[in-house]
């Protein structure tokens, strides 16, 4: 059974703070992959990134971070001098491999999301 | 955008009544996924197509069904509706099987009153 935890319902920060989002996964299986979305009010999700459970490597993209550690099985996000415009609900997701053996069939597993309201 | 087309955007409809949502993928992606949104049960997988044939069945109930037609298009039936079917309902494609990076649509939002 696979199982993501988004222990942070809600989160308020001030414009120009930074802000940490977690994620806790829970899978069995060896080769995986996570993801970040973000679902403004408008409630389109548009993907953030995706990691596979080989790459271990942080990355960053502008203001955006994420630390993957297979060590705590979490995937943190972190937002550096959040703005207005990232409030938002933002879900982690995880992949991996369902179904018969060999031609596998993936589907994302979400977290119930966090909702970050950055305030002016 | 995304690339993933949606339609209708929004759909009201009565209790018992059948709907049909629609979805177009990204060009050249194989994959499509339906999921579905509530507050009470959050962001669901539904159903899984590749190229034309069901990869996997999540949280669907018999009342729904759906199919990916020759194009790759594929439309998600809801039939019987309840109140409780008022939700968010997504569809994603990716490339290949793996969903290694599935890109969502807009939503349908439907409204069962």
């Known amino acids: 059974a696979q199982k993501v935890t988004q222990a942070q319902t809600e989160i308020s920060v001030v414009e120009k703070e930074d802000v940490t989002l977690d994620c806790v996964y829970e899978t069995r299986d060896t080769t995986y992959y996570l993801f970040w979305y973000k679902q403004p009010p408008s409630g389109e999700l548009v993907f953030l990134i995706r990691r596979n459970s080989f790459d271990e490597q942080n990355e960053i993209s502008g203001r955006y971070s994420w630390n993957f550690q297979k060590s705590t099985s979490s995937f943190n996000f972190t937002i550096t001098a959040s703005q207005v415009v990232d409030s938002a609900v933002y879900f982690c997701?995880?992949?991996?491999?369902?179904?018969?053996?060999?031609?596998?069939?993936?589907?994302?597993?979400f977290g119930k999301g966090t909702k970050l309201s950055v305030i002016p | 955008d995304s690339g993933v087309t949606q339609t209708p955007k929004h759909l009201i409809t009565a209790t018992g009544q059948r709907v049909t949502l629609r979805c177009s993928p990204r060009s050249g992606d194989l994959s499509v996924y339906w999921y579905q949104q509530s507050l009470d049960q959050g962001l669901q997988f539904l159903i899984q197509?590749?190229?034309?044939?069901?990869?996997a069945k999540g949280n669907i109930l018999e009342r729904f069904s759906a199919q990916q037609f020759p194009d790759l298009h594929s439309e998600l039936n809801l039939s019987s509706l309840e109140l409780g079917d008022s939700a968010l309902y997504f569809c994603a494609s990716s490339v290949d099987i793996k969903n290694t990076e599935a890109f969502f649509g807009q939503g349908t939002r439907l409204t069962v009153v």
């Open positions: 997701a995880l992949s991996e491999a369902k179904g018969n053996s060999g031609a596998g069939s993936y589907q994302l597993t």
């Open positions: 197509y590749y190229n034309g044939e069901e990869r």
